[in-house]
């Protein structure tokens, strides 16, 4: 399963681990996810997997 937000799309990033010496390496920034249940227009109820970040931005615009 794929580390996406399924409402914005949110997916990892690529950045550098810098040590104290200054040395790189590769890392990986992951998106903060959360299974949520979601109520559907039929009435079933599926999960879906959502970055915090935007059930932060649907809980403040309701």
């Known amino acids: 399963m794929a580390r996406k937000c ?9 950045g550098n681990n ?3 010496a200054n040395n790189k390496t590769k890392r990986r920034f992951l998106p903060n996810l959360r299974t949520v ?3 559907l227009e039929d009435g079933t109820t599926r999960k879906i997997r959502v970055a915090a970040s935007t ?8």
């Open 55 to 62: 059930l932060r931005t649907m809980k403040k615009n309701g």
């Open 18 to 20: 810098v040590s104290h």
């Open 37 to 39: 249940r979601v109520t």
């Open 6 to 14: 399924a409402i914005t799309g949110k997916g990892p990033l690529v």
